[in-house]
């Protein structure tokens, strides 16, 4: 009883100081300043002495150091040859031709990967445990153990540690979930399991060597770690080449009977793989396919399938999936190549499944299974004025009223008479006319009975009745085309139109008819009235309209509705202003604004005229002088605008001026770029064609004073630097741009150059000079020089001209 009571006191001892030694605060070591560290070491000062550092904690701290490193160099090194691996193996994969026999895409669509790693690689549960196996033990809870244990060569595993005694145990060829089970076993004898976590891993797989050989792509012997299974292993030579078996693979042990690995079960049953652990030195031989068959037409699988002995048609269809829902099973086709010949077998498919049956096949046989060809035919067709038009369907003894019943008929239908269209056995087609109210009326001579494929066409009473229009234009509120009616007026036409607008009052409406005449031909009539000052029609009370009439609502005489034309910028009343009259020009407009503004710029004015464009204007010329050639009239839509004064001239274009040139040289080497990305010929000039457009409206530009009296010339040595001779500029090139939008250019007289006066606000411009493609004008072939002719020509010449001199002198004589 009191040594439970000491130990009592011992835990809750133990308890106060560990709880206690969480709640005080770690000691920071001060941090010293060298500074104040007395050189004499007899401790003035108040300088506390710098703590003392171990050697040897330094180097075990490098050492630590230089292992982490390293371990993460090897890992970088697993990776990267991991993915080389995978790679390789993709490379592989993608050299094998198209599977011959379905199974073997398994082997070369990745469906089954190779363990190629012996670490930290999970062990299934069928997985048996040998010899060089790793397996890590652990547990943890009201108990704390862990330990990595070998299997070594007797087959035993020691669990024992420095604080606990447990007897080996043997484990060699035991399944691993058996292993986990027996290691649990033997440690609950020693320790307190119970409230304890338990995990058994394992933590390194043995390697092993495969020998592959047979029908595959890559035999030969392979090391790999053992939690492989045959399938794995397969992957590693490629798997069964085109002619190779996939059920008939043997795994051949000296440890073990052999045994036979079929794919088709594994796709069946993917755990059949746990039955093929390897152990070294194993044999896997992939024999010759024997007997295959095609399976193809109405399947879901069609493909090459190996065939065992004793398997027949019934399995080879179950392995290709089963029949598709529209495969005709009466008469399946099977080609056989037998006796030097090629023969064709007719199969009732449907009779031998019904009888429990089978059919034998051969090696080499095609199996065709063809869809149903023969369309449905039991059925009528039900069209037109019903309220569910469609196919219905055709049981024995179905009559017309059934059908009709079904679909419904609709109040807009014909019941006089309905067609049912009928295919006659020679497929020649039959009209039989039937009166729904003769069916509904009860009488059975009418209620024909239907046969299959019939078409019965119920007709809207609307398809009966022709369709004409009347159309109205001008002076309405909603015009365009109406239906005719026979009772519809004119008045009902103006109606429906929404009446007439009051820009046709005391107009006229003219009417365009159709007339036919006796010869079968027609003429148009045209009757007109008058519309009064209440839009009412004159003399047209109660007239009805026939089929095809036009009705014209014309404006009233000179009615014109209010047209403006704007003004803006410097002048004294800006905005819209309605034209008075069809010949107001600029000068009255101006007059009605109240006058430009002392800042207004009246060389820079502008016109725009809609549909256009702009328009070449000299405002100052118009306000000095009322008679000016520029004294527009005014049209509708008119857009005058008045800048403010300028005091400024720009110079742009092909000039020596830095911010203008280096701005220029940088757009021709972005041009020239565009046009390197570009290979197409047309979109390269369309480029050109843009750029040069950009450039000639807006420019690069300086912007300098004015000089009065001063022609561009001037302007281009004073501030431009001169031209740009090197890029193509040229005296001859040299245009002034005026604010009015007029544009002057260099004229030559002989030797002389006269340069364009300048205004305020005007553009001084220097084009480029085009270059001409010498190569693409074409030579002019030279023709030699006929010598003779010329001789000839000049000698008859000549002659003629003394014959007529001595002519002329005789006469006078």
Not at 78 to 100: C, G, S, V
Request: glycine share 6%.
């Amino acid at each position: 009883m009191r040594e439970q009571i000491s130990l009592f006191i011992l835990i809750c001892c133990s308890l106060f100081a560990l709880n206690l030694q969480a709640q005080i605060p770690p000691i920071v070591p001060p941090v010293i300043d060298p500074g104040q560290v007395d050189p004499s070491g007899n401790g003035n000062g108040g300088t506390i002495e710098a703590p003392k550092v171990d050697p040897k904690a330094s180097e075990m701290n490098a050492e630590e150091q230089k292992v982490k490193e390293q371990i993460e160099e090897e890992r970088k090194a697993q990776r990267k040859k991991e993915e080389e691996k995978d790679i390789l193996a993709r490379k592989r994969q993608e050299e094998l031709p198209e599977p011959k026999i379905w199974g073997q895409q398994f082997f070369r669509d990745q469906s089954i990967k190779l363990f190629d790693r012996s670490k930290n690689q999970r062990a299934i549960e069928s997985y048996r445990v040998a010899s060089g196996d790793e397996i890590e033990v652990t547990v943890w809870g009201a108990v704390d153990f862990s330990k990595s244990v070998s299997v070594n060569d007797n087959g035993y595993i020691d669990l024992s540690i420095p604080d606990l005694l447990v007897p080996r145990l043997y484990i060699k060829g035991m399944k691993f979930k058996d292993v986990r089970d027996a290691i649990y076993q033997r440690l609950s004898r020693h320790m307190n399991m119970k409230g304890s976590n338990y995990d058994v891993q394992l933590n390194y797989s043995r390697s092993i060597t495969v020998n592959i050989t047979g029908e595959v792509f890559s035999p030969g012997s392979y090391t790999i770690p053992a939690t492989n299974t045959a399938f794995n292993a397969l992957v590693a030579s490629g798997g069964p080449s085109q002619i190779g078996s996939v059920r008939r693979i043997k795994v051949i042990s000296s440890d073990h009977p052999t045994r036979q690995l079929d794919v088709y079960k594994f796709a069946s049953d993917p755990n059949v793989s746990e039955e093929f652990f390897l152990d070294n030195n194993d044999y896997i031989f992939v024999p010759l396919a024997e007997k295959v068959v095609e399976v193809r037409g109405s399947v879901k699988r069609p493909f090459d399938y190996e065939l065992l002995e004793g398997e027949q048609l019934l399995e080879a269809l179950a392995f290709a999936g089963g029949v598709k829902a529209d495969a005709y099973l009466r008469n399946i086709q099977i080609k056989r190549y037998a006796n030097d010949e090629e023969r064709i077998i007719d199969v009732n498919l449907a009779k031998i499944i019904a009888n429990g049956e089978n059919f034998p096949l051969m090696n080499g046989d095609i199996i065709e299974l063809s869809p149903i060809s023969e369309a449905y035919s039991n059925y009528v067709t039900v069209e037109g004025a019903v309220k569910l038009p469609g196919e219905y369907e055709l049981g024995a003894g179905t009559r017309i009223l059934e059908v009709l019943q079904k679909s419904g008929i609709m109040l807009s239908a014909v019941k006089e008479k309905i067609y049912v269209r009928r295919l006659r056995p020679d497929f020649s087609i039959e009209y039989i006319d039937v009166s729904i109210d003769s069916i509904l009326a009860g009488q059975e001579e009418a209620n024909i009975a239907l046969r299959a494929l019939d078409k019965i066409e119920v007709k809207f009473k609307s398809e009966f009745v022709d369709e004409y229009q009347v159309q109205i234009y001008g002076a309405v509120r909603k015009s365009g085309a109406y239906a005719h009616s026979d009772s519809l007026t004119l008045a009902d036409l103006l109606y429906l139109a929404n009446g007439i607008e009051k820009e046709a009052a005391n107009s006229i409406l003219e009417i365009s008819r159709l007339v036919p005449q006796a010869d079968g031909s027609s003429k148009v009539e045209l009757m007109s009235y008058d519309i009064n000052e209440d839009l009412e029609v004159v003399g047209a009370e109660g007239l009805t309209l026939e089929p095809q009439d036009q009705i014209f609502v014309r404006l009233a005489k000179n009615y014109k509705l209010p047209q403006n034309v704007s003004i803006q910028g410097e002048i004294a009343y800006p905005g819209a202003y309605t034209l008075q009259d069809n010949g107001e020009r600029i000068a009255d407009l101006l007059a009605r604004a109240g006058g430009t503004t002392p800042l207004a710029f009246l060389e820079g004015a502008r016109l725009i005229r809609q549909g256009e464009g702009f328009v070449v204007l000299d405002l100052k010329d118009v306000v000095n002088n009322p008679d000016s050639r520029f004294n527009y009239i005014l049209r509708p839509g008119d857009r005058l605008s008045i800048p403010v004064v300028k005091d400024l001239v720009a110079i742009a274009g092909r000039i020596n001026h830095p911010e203008v040139k280096n701005k220029s040289e940088i757009a021709e080497i972005e041009l020239k770029l565009k046009l390197l990305k570009t290979e197409n010929k047309i979109e390269r000039e369309e480029i050109q064609a843009e750029e040069a457009i950009s450039r000639k409206i807006k420019p690069d530009r300086i912007n300098v004073p004015f000089h009065k009296g001063k022609r561009a010339n001037y302007y281009l040595k004073e501030y431009a630097g001169g031209i740009d001779r090197a890029n193509g500029g040229r005296k001859r090139l040299v245009y002034v741009r005026y604010p009015s939008g007029a544009v002057k250019k260099t004229r030559n007289y002989f030797f002389f150059k006269c340069y364009p006066k300048v205004t305020k606000g005007a553009m001084v411009y220097v084009d480029t000079k085009t270059k001409t493609d010498k190569q693409n004008i074409p030579k002019k072939k030279r023709e030699p020089i006929e010598w003779n002719r010329i001789i000839q020509n000049g000698v008859a010449i000549t002659s003629s001209t003394l014959t007529l001199l001595l002519a002329i002198r005789a006469l006078n004589n």
